[in-house]
T-cell receptor, first 112, second 117 residues
Framework: QKEVEQDPGPLSVPEGAIVSLNCTYS??????FMWYRQYSRKGPELLMY????GNKEDGRFTAQVDKSSKYISLFIRDSQPSDSATYLC????????????FGTGTQLKVEL | GAGVSQSPRYKVAKRGQDVALRCDPI?????LFWYQQALGQGPEFLTY????????KSGLPSDRFFAERPEGSVSTLKIQRTQQEDSAVYLC???????????????FGPGTRLLVL
């Protein structure tokens, strides 16, 4: 069993929909939680990061972490076709330059 | 400014060949990471440098994989006697300061797509 589990999708939604992406993890020592977006044939780019439990909002994106359930989520409001990409959750054991442990990635398609 | 660059972008190798993949991190970034991303999977950690020191190589899958960063800037990932299972995208990432408190953002390059025939 992988340390980080993520439904690979694909997930297809109409433009304007609210998208919910999530990951579960098994190692309670993870402290920093991130969401990366990866377009086809590109490297991942950081969207959001959260330390420990709680919510964080940035524009149309909201990240949630529930450490008690070992569950993290990313919500995308008013989804756009340009949001079509693979979304990767990632986490680290400590802050400061430590290795990232990624989920499988969820492929999202936002259709007109 | 310039981001992380990697070369070559694509590499086709015959099984048994040696390959060398190059990473140019963002100027001034102390930390450098290599990840391997198989098709349909998330990136998996291979190794980590802080300046020229290789602090963690726990993710290297075998002794055929070797990485170096001799002057604390450019890094090379070398794979000897390539096998078909080595086919993947190899991603390089850099971050500003591995010693700073809090999570330093890792900036990824576009990757090198390796196909071993």
């Amino acid at each position: 069993q992988k340390e980080v589990e993520q439904d690979p999708g694909p997930l297809s939604v109409p433009e304007g929909a609210i998208v919910s992406l999530n990951c579960t993890y098994s190692n309670s020592a993870f402290q920093y939680f991130m969401w990366y977006r990866q377009y086809s044939r590109k490297g991942p780019e950081l969207l959001m990061y959260t330390y420990s439990s709680g919510n964080k909002e940035d524009g149309r994106f909201t990240a949630q972490v529930d450490k008690s359930s070992k569950y993290i989520s990313l919500f995308i409001r008013d989804s756009q076709p340009s949001d079509s990409a693979t979304y990767l959750c990632a986490m680290t054991l400590t802050g400061g330059g430590n290795k990232l442990t990624f989920g499988t990635g969820t492929q999202l398609k936002v259709e007109l | 400014g310039a981001g992380v660059s990697q070369s070559p972008r694509y590499k086709v190798a015959k099984r048994g060949q040696d390959v060398a993949l190059r990473c140019d991190p963002i100027s001034g970034h102390v930390s450098l990471f290599w990840y391997q991303q198989a098709l349909g999977q998330g990136p998996e950690f291979l190794t980590y440098f802080q300046n020229e020191a290789q602090l963690d190589k726990s993710g290297l899958p075998s002794d055929r994989f070797f990485a170096e960063r001799p002057e604390g800037s450019v890094s090379t990932l070398k794979i000897q006697r390539t096998q078909q299972e080595d086919s993947a995208v190899y991603l390089c990432a850099s971050s500003l300061d591995g010693l700073a408190g809090g999570q330093e953002t890792q900036y990824f390059g576009p990757g090198t797509r390796l196909l071993v025939l």
